[in-house]
């Protein structure tokens, strides 16, 4: 039985609803007793990972025959005794284990409880525990890498130079400011102290470089598909789709609600999100509609403005202002009833690419892919190249708030200011990478990590 602190836990750890197997894990240091308790011929005290197959009874009643798994403190995810019940999947055989497991004395886990054991056992980093999240909510390939190369260690990796750094210098100005009537010990001066934090800023500000691609691979690139009312920016969204997803009528003002969907394009999510047409309008409903195509463009990575090519006034120069400050493309569309060369009007105000497209005949569509591809390189997808870049708005804001107290502390050093101050500093800096990997967090962060959690992870 392990020492842990903490009650024994257990939830279903697999989708609910039919399927063929429900794993269901139980963890805590009555994990082998109450296992034993429902599985009689377990013998809780033989070989850790080795699978059995056993019959499982509660209160005299059959309840399931089960492959059940035990793990040993601490060889386990969570660091404690751990036993998995690979059940059948079906409703009332998981409730039924559920049930019993509850009344044999664990009680069900919290989301991300399990994780969060794993954390405080030390057999994950703050990193690794959240790439347990991303490995579970990885809809792309590209987000699937990145979540492994974190769940692996690789951006734990990277921090750890950037720490090293930082110790070595905060050695130094400390051991300066104890030691400085001493003449033996070298006293540091502000020029080493401006010279070894070069290199350490130098990391951070390259981790901080990899954001952009790291959030648009791990969470998808949001594309806005904005424009006047019938320009058929809901044909295009179902054309991306590939299915009759959102409603397409000839009457101006179909779309009132925002509607978003993904789709996967050479391994990267795209989330599509499809906006009511922008026009002034008395309408109630639509005015709504329309705010709220706003807020969507504002918080997309990208936007497409869709443009009815074949009537005069497609274009509508308003749209600039709110799609600029992020990468955007016209696609001019209805080309099938253009009967000279091209639109008369021209874009202005900065579109990065246009494409001239027919949704109905299909027309030109095959462009749409690789105008998506630029936008979402521009938008910093790919820029990086890194394995592991980081992926949260977490990672950033620690980094950011190292890098200030780096830079306040090598500004107090050119200006010949007190060891104190620039050990402060440092030593701020070191706390705000250390709350990277959980080194140093307070519940509250990590309250808000796991809340994040689905249950049974
Ligand atoms: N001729 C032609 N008609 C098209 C084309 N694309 C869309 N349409 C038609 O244009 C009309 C409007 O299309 P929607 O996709 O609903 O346009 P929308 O921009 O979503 O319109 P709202 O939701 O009202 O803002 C429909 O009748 C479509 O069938 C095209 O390439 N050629
Ligand atoms: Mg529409």
Redesign the pocket.
């Known amino acids: 039985m392990s020492a842990s602190p903490w009650p024994t836990i257990f939830a279903l750890a697999t989708a609910r609803g039919p399927g063929a197997l429900g794993v269901i894990r139980l963890s805590g240091p009555s994990a082998l007793a109450i296992a034993g308790a429902l599985a009689p011929s377990l013998r809780v005290d033989g070989a850790p990972r080795r699978a059995t197959v056993q019959r499982l009874w509660w209160a005299g009643r059959l309840l399931d025959e089960a492959l059940v798994l035990p793990f040993h403190a601490p060889g386990s995810f969570t660091g404690e005794d751990v036993v998995e019940f690979h059940c059948h999947g079906g409703r009332a055989v998981i409730e039924g284990v559920l049930d019993a497991l509850q009344a044999a004395g664990a009680r069900p886990a919290e989301p991300g409880e399990f994780t969060r054991r794993a954390l405080l056992n030390g057999r994950l980093d703050l990193l690794q525990a959240e790439a347990v999240a991303e490995l579970v909510q990885a809809e792309s390939g590209a987000a699937r890498d990145v979540a492994l190369a974190h769940h692996g260690g690789a951006l734990s990796a990277r921090l750890a130079p950037i720490r090293e750094g930082l110790v070595e210098l905060v050695v130094h100005v400390e051991a300066g400011i104890d030691f400085s009537l001493e003449e033996h010990v070298h006293s540091v001066n502000g020029a080493e102290v401006v010279e070894g934090l070069e290199p350490v800023r130098a990391r951070v500000c390259e981790l901080l470089g990899t954001w952009d691609d790291g959030r648009l691979r791990a969470e998808g690139v949001r594309v806005a598909i904005v ?1 006047l ?8 969204l179902n054309h991306l789709l590939g299915e009759e997803r ?10 009132r609600d925002w509607i978003e969907e993904g789709v996967l394009l050479d391994g990267v999510a795209y989330r599509l999100v ?1 906006t ?2 922008l026009r002034r309008t008395t309408d109630q409903v639509e005015a709504l509609g329309i705010s709220r195509a706003r807020e969507r463009v504002e918080s997309a990575d990208v936007a497409l403005v ?1 443009v009815d090519a074949s009537v005069p006034g497609g274009w509508d120069r308003e749209v600039v202002p709110l799609v600029s400050g992020r990468p955007w493309a016209v696609v001019w ?5 253009l009967s000279g060369e091209g639109p008369k009007e021209r874009v202005t105000g900065g579109a990065l690419a246009e494409c001239l ?5 299909g027309q030109g569509v095959e462009s749409l892919w690789g105008v998506l591809r630029l936008l979402a390189e521009a938008a910093g997808l790919g820029r990086s190249g890194d394995e592991a870049p980081i992926t949260r708005a977490r990672h950033r804001a620690s980094l950011e708030e190292a890098l200030r107290a780096m830079d306040r502390a090598a500004e107090t050093a050119r200006s010949g200011g007190e060891l104190e101050l620039i050990a402060l500093d440092l030593r701020l800096a070191l706390d705000a990478v250390g709350s990277l990997t959980g080194a140093v967090t307070s519940d509250d962060v990590l309250n808000r990590i796991f809340e994040g959690f689905c249950i049974g992870k």
Do not use: F, I, Q, Y
């Open positions: 424009g009312p019938n320009a058929g920016k809901s044909s295009l959102a409603l397409v009528s000839e009457v101006p003002g179909t779309t499809d009511a047409g869709v569309n209805k080309c099938d009833l497209v027919s949704l109905r005949t």
